[in-house]
Structure formats: structure tokens, C-alpha cells
Nanobody, 125 residues
């Protein structure tokens, strides 16, 4: 499966963006998906994850209450709605997918076999 992340951009603090992760190549419905980000000079970190059915989600503490992950399997797309953005949210955001029959989501980047190219988010103060 190929992943294409989009929706990044420049936004002022307090603003919102919605990132999309579109899959092609095969059906997306049996893939758990995660969003990760990497800020300049920092290691990649987990942001949010969703099970393949969409019934289970998990957010990192740093984004809880502000970010929401969701998916539309009919459109082969996973979304990351980001509200109340802060300058510390500035990073390149990557989506990743892992084929699975379980209802789990995954927090560890090493588990994911498929990665998108990233979309850049810049939050100005």
C-alpha cells in the first residue's frame, strides 16, 4: 500500500489544520494507522493511532483534547484534525500503516511497515 500525506501548512497559534493520509494500491480497511511527527533536531514521536475499523483510537498526551484521529475506509483515507495548535506542534507529520486483523492500534513506529512521505506543519506564535 502507498500512503500520501497532505494538508500541512502554515497556521497561527490557536488555529486548526486537518491532515489526510490517503492510501492507494490496495484496500485500506485492514490497516491500523498511526500519525507521527518529527520536529527539527528532534526524534520522531508518536502522535495518534487508530484501529482498522476505527473503533479504537489513542492520542499522545501532548495532543489529547486537541487532536482527533479518524478514518473513512470507503475513501481509503485517515484524518488527523488538529485544533488549538501550538508552536511546539511544528513538525513534519507522517502517516504509517500496518496490515492487521486485530482491533488494535499501535504506538511504536517500528511496528509499521508502510510510511507516507510527510507533510509539513508550521505553527507561528
Amino acid at each position: 500500500v502507498q500512503l500520501q500525506a497532505s494538508g500541512g501548512g502554515l497556521v497561527q497559534a490557536g488555529g486548526s489544520l486537518r491532515l489526510s493520509c490517503a492510501a492507494s494500491g490496495r484496500t485500506f480497511s485492514r490497516y491500523a494507522v498511526g500519525w507521527f511527527r518529527q520536529a527539527p533536531g528532534k526524534e520522531r514521536e508518536f502522535v495518534a493511532a487508530i484501529s482498522w475499523r476505527g473503533g479504537s483510537t489513542y492520542n499522545a498526551d501532548s495532543v489529547k483534547g486537541r487532536f482527533t484521529i479518524s478514518r473513512d475506509n470507503a475513501k481509503n483515507t485517515v484524518y488527523l484534525q488538529m485544533n488549538s495548535l501550538k508552536p511546539e506542534d511544528t513538525a513534519i507529520y507522517y502517516c504509517a500503516a500496518e496490515n492487521t486483523d486485530s482491533g488494535s492500534y499501535y504506538l511504536q513506529s517500528i511496528i509499521y511497515d508502510y510510511w507516507g512521505q510527510g507533510t509539513e506543519v508550521t505553527v507561528s506564535s
